[in-house]
């Protein structure tokens, strides 16, 4: 089965300043990679997805980058601001039939005001 | 308005007592999944129904069931909890279907505490 890795587990940033996290996967045949947003004591939230098909896509302050080949992804937010602050989980999903989406092991973003 | 709709999101129940969260949506789709999420843990999926079809992951206990007894509704049951059961159980919902790679919408969740 699919196996996604996230790094860092924890990130304390600046207000203003970039965060980037990033994932690996093991299974080739995944090709598309959300990134979610969980908020304490709340249910992961979509931010931002990407499909294998993309190598970048953004969407105002946040950015996910795809490499195929070496079965990486990121995730860049930029000009943090202190409600950014959450875990943020990257998943990876294999095509066809439905979503099994396999969860990285989270980020923990503290934006420091 | 919310799609994935989580009753209670706060349940506690007696150790070993039998206990039944729900989840309902309005979103139709196709695809409900059950996940339990310990503190400070990514979401560990426990199974999904693609339609009236169960899927159960290899690993999940066999003291974890589940019913879907129509599109909109999907319940999880724990016969006997131990208090290693006690998470946060998400519900989540995709559309499905051979060419989809949409998202899944996760409920607010239920916390579970076993005392």
């Known amino acids: 089965g699919e196996n996604v890795e996230q790094h860092p587990s924890t990130l304390s940033v600046q207000e203003g300043d970039s965060a980037v996290i990033k994932c690996t996967y093991s299974?080739?045949?995944?090709?598309?990679f959300p990134w979610y947003k969980q908020e304490l004591g709340k249910g992961p939230q979509l931010i931002i997805d990407i499909r294998s098909n993309v190598g970048e896509k953004k969407d105002q302050r946040i950015a996910v980058t795809l490499n195929k080949t070496a079965k990486h992804f990121s995730l860049h937010i930029t000009e943090t601001q202190p409600e950014d602050s959450a875990v943020y989980f990257c998943?990876?999903?294999?095509?066809?039939?439905?979503?099994?989406?396999?969860f990285g092991t989270g980020t923990k973003l503290q934006v420091i005001p | 308005d919310a799609m994935v709709i989580q009753n209670p999101r706060y349940q506690v129940t007696q150790f070993g007592k039998p206990v039944t969260l729900s989840c309902s949506q309005t979103l139709n789709h196709n695809v409900m999944y059950w996940y339990q999420q310990k503190s400070s843990q990514a979401p560990k999926l426990l199974f999904h129904y693609y339609d009236k079809d169960f899927n159960n992951e290899a690993d999940t206990p066999d003291n974890f069931q589940s019913r879907r007894p129509n599109t909109s509704f999907c319940f999880l049951d724990i016969r006997s909890p131990g208090l290693g059961d006690a998470a946060m159980y998400l519900c989540?919902?995709?559309?499905?279907?051979?060419?989809?790679?949409?998202?899944?919408?996760f409920g607010q969740g239920t916390r579970l505490t076993v005392v």
């Open positions: 998943a990876a999903t294999p095509s066809g039939g439905y979503q099994k989406v396999t």
């Open positions: 299974d080739s045949a995944s090709n598309y």
């Open positions: 989540a919902t995709a559309p499905g279907g051979w060419k989809s790679n949409t998202e899944a919408f």
